[in-house]
Protein backbone atom coordinates (compact mmCIF):
# COMPACT_ATOMS: atom_id res chain seq x y z
CA UNK A 1 0.00 0.00 0.00
CA UNK A 2 1.59 3.43 -0.79
CA UNK A 3 2.04 5.70 2.19
CA UNK A 4 -1.22 8.41 0.92
CA UNK A 5 -3.45 5.35 1.04
CA UNK A 6 -1.79 4.51 4.49
CA UNK A 7 -2.98 7.64 5.64
CA UNK A 8 -6.50 7.34 4.44
CA UNK A 9 -6.96 4.00 5.56
CA UNK A 10 -5.26 4.16 8.54
CA UNK A 11 -7.36 4.78 11.73
CA UNK A 12 -7.79 8.37 13.14
CA UNK A 13 -4.57 9.60 15.29
CA UNK A 14 -6.48 12.20 16.83
CA UNK A 15 -7.17 11.74 20.45
CA UNK A 16 -11.22 12.92 21.76
CA UNK A 17 -10.65 16.21 21.67
CA UNK A 18 -9.00 16.50 18.30
CA UNK A 19 -11.87 14.33 17.25
CA UNK A 20 -14.98 16.77 18.67
CA UNK A 21 -13.07 19.94 16.58
CA UNK A 22 -12.92 17.47 13.58
CA UNK A 23 -16.72 17.28 14.33
CA UNK A 24 -17.44 20.44 14.64
CA UNK A 25 -15.66 21.60 11.80
CA UNK A 26 -17.52 19.47 9.70
CA UNK A 27 -20.79 20.50 10.69
CA UNK A 28 -19.39 24.20 10.34
CA UNK A 29 -18.76 23.55 6.61
CA UNK A 30 -21.76 21.89 5.86
CA UNK A 31 -23.82 24.67 7.56
CA UNK A 32 -21.65 27.65 6.49
CA UNK A 33 -19.22 25.96 3.47
CA UNK A 34 -15.45 26.38 3.45
CA UNK A 35 -15.02 30.09 2.94
CA UNK A 36 -17.41 31.34 5.82
CA UNK A 37 -15.66 28.65 8.07
CA UNK A 38 -13.32 30.09 10.50
CA UNK A 39 -10.67 28.48 13.09
CA UNK A 40 -11.98 30.70 15.34
CA UNK A 41 -15.83 29.59 15.06
CA UNK A 42 -14.68 25.98 15.32
CA UNK A 43 -12.32 26.17 18.49
CA UNK A 44 -15.32 27.59 20.25
CA UNK A 45 -18.13 25.58 18.87
CA UNK A 46 -16.15 22.57 19.72
CA UNK A 47 -15.39 23.73 23.57
CA UNK A 48 -11.66 24.45 23.20
CA UNK A 49 -9.05 26.97 22.74
CA UNK A 50 -7.75 28.04 19.75
CA UNK A 51 -4.20 26.93 21.33
CA UNK A 52 -5.72 23.78 21.53
CA UNK A 53 -7.42 23.39 18.01
CA UNK A 54 -3.85 24.63 16.63
CA UNK A 55 -1.73 21.92 18.76
CA UNK A 56 -4.00 19.40 16.71
CA UNK A 57 -4.12 21.08 13.71
CA UNK A 58 -1.81 23.81 11.96
CA UNK A 59 -4.36 25.91 10.61
CA UNK A 60 -7.48 25.98 8.77
CA UNK A 61 -5.84 24.43 5.78
CA UNK A 62 -4.62 21.26 7.95
CA UNK A 63 -8.15 21.18 9.63
CA UNK A 64 -9.68 21.35 6.37
CA UNK A 65 -7.32 18.02 4.79
CA UNK A 66 -7.68 15.73 8.30
CA UNK A 67 -11.38 16.46 7.96
CA UNK A 68 -11.30 15.20 3.98
CA UNK A 69 -9.36 12.55 4.99
CA UNK A 70 -12.07 11.45 7.59
CA UNK A 71 -14.62 11.62 5.47
CA UNK A 72 -12.67 9.81 2.25
CA UNK A 73 -11.69 7.03 5.08
CA UNK A 74 -15.37 6.76 5.49
CA UNK A 75 -15.98 7.28 1.93
CA UNK A 76 -13.43 3.87 1.27
CA UNK A 77 -14.74 2.03 4.39
CA UNK A 78 -18.09 2.19 2.26
CA UNK A 79 -16.91 0.84 -0.71
CA UNK A 80 -14.93 -1.98 0.81
CA UNK A 81 -18.43 -2.97 2.84
CA UNK A 82 -19.93 -2.73 -0.39
CA UNK A 83 -18.26 -5.56 -2.49
CA UNK A 84 -16.56 -7.57 -0.06
CA UNK A 85 -18.44 -10.47 -1.25
CA UNK A 86 -17.93 -10.16 -4.55
CA UNK A 87 -15.77 -12.70 -5.86
CA UNK A 88 -13.88 -11.34 -9.05
CA UNK A 89 -11.96 -9.01 -9.99
CA UNK A 90 -14.00 -7.41 -12.73
CA UNK A 91 -17.38 -7.47 -10.41
CA UNK A 92 -15.77 -5.68 -7.90
CA UNK A 93 -14.31 -3.02 -9.29
CA UNK A 94 -17.84 -2.35 -11.29
CA UNK A 95 -19.72 -2.80 -8.10
CA UNK A 96 -16.93 -0.44 -6.39
CA UNK A 97 -17.61 2.18 -9.64
CA UNK A 98 -21.46 2.44 -8.98
CA UNK A 99 -20.79 2.45 -5.04
CA UNK A 100 -17.99 5.26 -5.43
CA UNK A 101 -20.63 6.99 -7.62
CA UNK A 102 -23.78 6.75 -5.83
CA UNK A 103 -21.89 7.68 -2.35
CA UNK A 104 -20.06 10.26 -4.45
CA UNK A 105 -23.91 11.58 -5.48
CA UNK A 106 -24.79 11.29 -2.32
CA UNK A 107 -22.35 12.35 -0.18
CA UNK A 108 -23.70 15.86 2.04
CA UNK A 109 -20.13 17.56 2.20
CA UNK A 110 -19.17 17.39 -1.16
CA UNK A 111 -22.67 18.51 -2.23
CA UNK A 112 -22.96 21.25 0.39
CA UNK A 113 -18.97 22.07 -1.13
CA UNK A 114 -20.08 22.21 -4.57
CA UNK A 115 -22.75 23.88 -4.06
CA UNK A 116 -21.14 26.91 -1.68
CA UNK A 117 -17.69 26.85 -2.37
CA UNK A 118 -16.90 25.01 -6.01
CA UNK A 119 -13.79 27.69 -6.31
CA UNK A 120 -12.50 25.70 -3.08
CA UNK A 121 -13.32 22.53 -3.57
CA UNK A 122 -12.84 22.21 -7.62
CA UNK A 123 -9.14 21.84 -7.16
CA UNK A 124 -8.76 18.94 -4.62
CA UNK A 125 -10.78 17.35 -7.64
CA UNK A 126 -9.04 18.87 -10.66
CA UNK A 127 -5.80 20.71 -11.03
CA UNK A 128 -4.71 19.49 -7.20
CA UNK A 129 -6.68 16.29 -7.32
CA UNK A 130 -3.19 14.12 -7.86
CA UNK A 131 -3.50 12.90 -4.09
CA UNK A 132 -7.18 12.33 -4.44
CA UNK A 133 -7.03 10.22 -7.20
CA UNK A 134 -3.73 8.14 -6.22
CA UNK A 135 -5.59 7.14 -3.14
CA UNK A 136 -8.53 6.36 -4.89
CA UNK A 137 -6.63 4.38 -7.51
CA UNK A 138 -4.19 2.62 -4.65
CA UNK A 139 -7.66 1.71 -2.84
CA UNK A 140 -9.13 -0.34 -6.28
CA UNK A 141 -6.02 -1.92 -6.76
CA UNK A 142 -6.07 -3.06 -3.38
CA UNK A 143 -9.73 -3.94 -3.42
CA UNK A 144 -9.19 -5.65 -7.11
CA UNK A 145 -6.67 -8.00 -5.25
CA UNK A 146 -4.31 -8.36 -8.42
CA UNK A 147 -1.60 -6.36 -9.55
CA UNK A 148 -0.97 -8.71 -12.64
CA UNK A 149 -0.65 -6.22 -15.85
CA UNK A 150 -3.57 -7.80 -18.33
CA UNK A 151 -2.35 -7.56 -21.52
CA UNK A 152 -0.61 -3.60 -21.47
CA UNK A 153 -3.20 -2.55 -19.14
CA UNK A 154 -2.06 -2.59 -15.51
CA UNK A 155 -4.50 -2.36 -12.62
CA UNK A 156 -3.51 0.75 -11.37
CA UNK A 157 -3.84 2.54 -15.36
CA UNK A 158 -7.80 0.92 -15.06
CA UNK A 159 -8.31 2.16 -11.78
CA UNK A 160 -7.16 5.14 -12.39
CA UNK A 161 -9.26 5.66 -15.53
CA UNK A 162 -12.31 4.24 -13.45
CA UNK A 163 -11.26 7.02 -9.80
CA UNK A 164 -11.24 10.01 -13.68
CA UNK A 165 -14.33 8.83 -14.81
CA UNK A 166 -16.38 8.82 -11.59
CA UNK A 167 -14.94 12.51 -10.44
CA UNK A 168 -16.05 13.51 -14.21
CA UNK A 169 -19.76 11.98 -13.96
CA UNK A 170 -19.65 13.57 -10.30
CA UNK A 171 -18.48 16.88 -10.95
CA UNK A 172 -21.00 17.16 -14.45
CA UNK A 173 -23.48 14.56 -14.04
CA UNK A 174 -25.51 15.81 -17.20
CA UNK A 175 -24.46 13.30 -19.65
CA UNK A 176 -26.00 11.38 -22.86
CA UNK A 177 -24.80 8.22 -20.84
CA UNK A 178 -28.07 6.94 -19.02
CA UNK A 179 -26.44 6.81 -15.67
CA UNK A 180 -29.47 8.13 -13.49
CA UNK A 181 -29.48 5.02 -11.19
CA UNK A 182 -27.06 1.97 -9.36
CA UNK A 183 -28.53 -0.22 -12.25
CA UNK A 184 -27.24 2.46 -15.71
CA UNK A 185 -24.49 2.74 -13.46
CA UNK A 186 -23.46 -1.01 -13.69
CA UNK A 187 -24.88 -1.16 -17.51
CA UNK A 188 -21.94 1.05 -17.94
CA UNK A 189 -19.42 -0.19 -16.22
CA UNK A 190 -19.95 -3.72 -17.29
CA UNK A 191 -19.65 -2.27 -20.72
CA UNK A 192 -17.25 0.14 -21.09
CA UNK A 193 -14.96 -1.06 -18.06
CA UNK A 194 -15.11 -4.39 -17.49
CA UNK A 195 -13.80 -4.82 -20.39
CA UNK A 196 -10.42 -3.70 -19.55
CA UNK A 197 -9.68 -6.09 -16.75
CA UNK A 198 -9.82 -8.48 -19.79
CA UNK A 199 -7.10 -9.77 -22.25
Known amino acids: MSSLLDLVLAEPSTDEVGAT??????????????????????????????????????????????????ESRRFFAGIADAVAGVSTVEERLVEGFVVGVRYARADRLLNRLLAS???????????NGALVVAAARDFLVLQGGSRAPVGDRTPEGVAELFVRLAISFTLMPESAIPLEDDEQVRAFARAYLAPLMRP
Open 21 to 70: ILDTALQEFLAYGLRRTTVDVVAKRAGVSRATLYRRFDGKDALVAAVLVR
Open 117 to 127: DPEALLPYLTT
